[in-house]
């Protein structure tokens, strides 16, 4: 069976509930798909002023197992239009695993959330590929096969590169059904992907 990590960042929940999504997606087209997420790098005294969602089922992933999945789905809201310092911090950990190859030839996907609709979605979505890149790892995005991407009825978050959600400059607004049913898309897309390659 095929094996799909769903690795994300969630400060304030927006992330959790799309990577969900990408797993249950992952699901329909048969995978063993498995939600982690990163260490939280701010002191704890900190998360909590800033009202940090600390209560999130989803286990703490370790670097060194990332091997042991066929695709990895990364997963981490913007951040001035780059990836969360601590996503970057638990890749910036991955160099032994590049130095001997472990993810070489694996699927590899990203999925983001911004506070606008030009918040800096697409460039933090390339900036989690790079390093999917760097470790050698085929990149997989949202095709355009999903349709809800090209809504001009609604607000709505997904792109070419990634499933999205648009949160508000509050985290007020929770992912539309559009945006789950993209992440959906895109784990289910990853998934049968990563099935042929690893068959």
């Keep these: 069976m095929t094996k799909v990590l769903v690795l994300y ?32 790098t701010a002191p704890e005294d900190v998360a909590k002023a800033a009202h940090f969602k600390l209560d999130q089922k989803a286990p703490v992933a370790t670097v060194e197992e990332l091997g042991d999945y066929d ?11 780059r990836i969360a310092s601590q996503m970057a911090a638990f890749w910036d950990r991955t160099g ?19 506070a606008t609709q030009h918040g800096g979605q697409e460039t933090t979505l390339f900036s989690m590929i790079t390093n999917l890149l ?19 009825d609604e607000v709505t978050g997904g792109s070419p590169y990634g499933a999205s959600t648009v949160s508000g400059m ?26 042929r390659l690893s068959a």
């Excluded at 007020?172 to 099935?195: C, D, F, I, K, M």
């Design 9 to 40: 960042y969630s400060a304030y929940g927006h992330m959790e509930i799309l990577a969900d999504a990408i797993a249950e997606g992952a699901r329909r087209a048969g995978a063993d798909a498995v939600v982690k997420r990163v260490p939280e």
């Design 71 to 81: 695709a990895i789905i990364v997963g981490s809201p913007t951040r001035f239009g």
């Design 96 to 114: 032994p695993l590049w130095y001997q190859g472990a993810l070489r030839g694996k699927i590899g996907a990203a999925f983001t959330s911004a």
């Design 134 to 152: 760097h470790h050698g790892m085929v990149v997989c995005g949202l095709p355009y096969s999903f349709q809800g991407q090209m809504r001009i």
């Design 170 to 195: 509050k985290g007020e607004r929770l992912p539309s059904e559009n945006e789950l049913e993209g992440a959906r898309h895109q784990g289910e897309t990853v998934a049968r992907l990563a099935g």
